[in-house]
């Protein structure tokens, strides 16, 4: 049996000279995304763009470092046994929740349970994550075993997010779920105020097990779905850092600001309804992606912040594979070609769920007219951002989805999510049953076995191929700010949102 143990936590980001920086200042942070719920299992929550607060409420059992490397958490080691059908946890001894109440192997029981128990209620990230699953058995006070329903080596990776969350007592006893869950964690910051799709106002927890030097007092967050708003916010000193619209570099920086682009292992990426005519024929999926000027589109709406692709990885990652970018050119005569081969000769009508900012406006109004000179006419439905959700939930508004994808620390746990059958933003059918079977295969390998690298990248390949999802360009995250008032805002690859749980306030930020 091999034991994987971590003996200590993960080191914080490298501590700023405590003369830069200003720990009795408040980070106030303008967003693009907001919190319906500070419940980690209810539905909005499962976006990776919408996890900023519930990171600096909850700990995890695991802690994904910057890179979305496993480490320890609230728990300090954990051993897989021989068939990786189970898994023995340990947790640091001594963290309390915000209400002082311990952090114990029973919690965390409570937790695990609530969770399987939610069932469809949860959010999709959520279920997709507790799919293996079976029990929680406590095996002292500090230490439990999770079982399994089938082998699978992601465990660790699970950890590290939603699943991994853990609230105090108080909040998973009873039936309490979205706006009556009790949001009560054991992370750096405790809950002041909350406003759904507002804002939630968060102050320093002094008591905290990894410590408090140099973190502000407290750390606000706006939900601002106006670009604009936002970037005035930073200029008036209203926000100390806020997330711009890539559009809005060259103003913000004509205005004196700071600009940082963090880049992601995500992309803007088209969620399909596989089973809903008429991308539920692959001609016409694949007319689609010839339809598309992907570097057109890089080149006018993220001013050097998106490079053009038809994949969910970043270069650097081992499941990039160049070959793949060749198959889809840039080509509206085969598009149309195959919309004709597909019995659409005069062309094609389909409906966008459009999220309601303005970076999502932009960028779907480009589509819109870049579609139309091969023949693809899109038809807006227009929702607020949060309501993302009614894509992938009966009566399944919309023939796709545009949004970004924000990648998971697990390249497997991309492929569940977005690709599989009963996938969080793949709502009905499967692209190809070869999808399956591979996510199958590659679930009961460990991360570092050799044999699992090409099965992920066979199921890039036949994504692509089969075009189970529709890329259009990565995505980062651009921010700005006064010079000199936001340290260590790092790139957080796990998910789509940076971890806010370090970041620092200048000394001399006004």
């Not at 976006?47 to 490397?69: H, I, M, W």
């Not at 659409?344 to 769920?353: E, H, I, W, Y």
Request: some cysteine; hydrophobic content about 40%; overall charge neutral.
């Amino acid at each position: 049996m091999k034991k994987w143990f971590f003996a200590a936590a993960l080191a914080l980001a490298a501590p700023v000279q405590a003369a830069e920086i200003n720990p009795a200042a408040t980070l106030i942070y303008y967003d693009a995304v907001g919190n319906e719920t500070l419940d980690p299992a209810e539905p909005q929550s499962g976006s990776s763009f919408s996890q900023e607060v519930l990171l600096a409420l909850y700990d995890t059992l695991v802690r994904l470092d910057a890179g979305g490397t496993p480490g320890p958490g609230l728990a300090e080691s954990w051993t897989p046994s021989a068939d990786l059908s189970s898994y023995v946890f340990v947790l640091r001894k001594g963290v309390k929740f915000h209400d002082g109440t311990e952090v114990t192997a029973e919690i965390v029981k409570n937790n695990i349970e609530r969770n399987m128990a939610l069932g469809s209620r949860a959010s999709g990230a959520m279920v997709d994550s507790i799919k293996p699953f079976a029990g929680v058995e406590v095996l002292g006070k500090y230490e439990f075993k999770l079982l399994l329903r089938s082998p699978s080596g992601q465990i660790p990776y699970l950890f590290g997010g939603i699943a991994g969350m853990v609230a105090s007592e108080a909040s998973v006893t009873g039936d309490g779920f979205g706006n009556s869950f009790k949001p009560v964690g054991s992370g750096p910051y405790r809950l002041k105020s909350f406003e759904s799709n507002v804002k939630s106002i968060l102050t320093r927890n002094e008591d905290y097990w990894g410590g408090v030097t140099g973190r502000p007092a407290g750390f606000e967050h706006h939900y601002v779905p106006d670009g604009r708003a936002r970037l005035n916010a930073v200029r008036s000193g209203q926000a100390t850092v806020a997330l711009i619209d890539p559009r809005q570099i060259p103003e913000a920086k004509g205005a004196g600001l700071a600009v940082q682009i963090n880049e992601k292992n995500g992309v803007w990426d088209i969620y399909v309804n596989l089973e809903r005519p008429p991308l539920n024929n692959l001609k016409v999926r694949q007319a689609f992606m010839h339809a598309v000027d992907r570097q057109a589109l890089a080149d006018a709406l993220s001013f050097g912040s998106a490079k053009p692709t038809v994949q969910f990885f970043a270069q650097s990652s081992p499941v990039y594979d160049p070959e793949l970018e060749k198959i889809y050119p840039y080509d509206p005569a085969k598009a149309k070609a195959l919309l004709a081969e597909a019995g659409f000769k005069d062309g094609v009508a389909m409906t966008q769920l459009l999220l309601n900012t303005t970076e999502y406006k932009q960028l779907g109004e480009a589509l819109q007219a870049m579609l139309a000179e091969s023949g693809i006419r899109i038809v807006f439905d227009v929702v607020d951002a949060s309501q993302f959700n009614v894509f992938r939930r009966p009566p399944y508004r919309g023939n796709y989805l545009m949004a970004r994808w924000g990648g998971r620390a697990d390249p497997l746990q991309v492929f569940q999510e977005l690709i599989a059958t009963g996938a969080t933003y793949n709502p009905i059918g499967v692209a190809s049953p070869e999808i399956d079977r591979s996510i199958d295969k590659a679930r009961g390998l460990l991360p570092n076995d050799p044999a699992r690298l090409p099965i992920l990248r066979q199921i890039a390949r036949i994504a692509v191929e089969n075009v189970a999802h529709m890329p259009l360009m990565t995505r980062s995250n651009v921010y700005a700010y006064k010079p000199g008032c936001i340290v260590g805002l790092v790139p957080y690859l796990p998910i789509g949102d940076d971890r806010f749980n370090d970041v620092q306030v200048g000394a001399k930020c006004k």
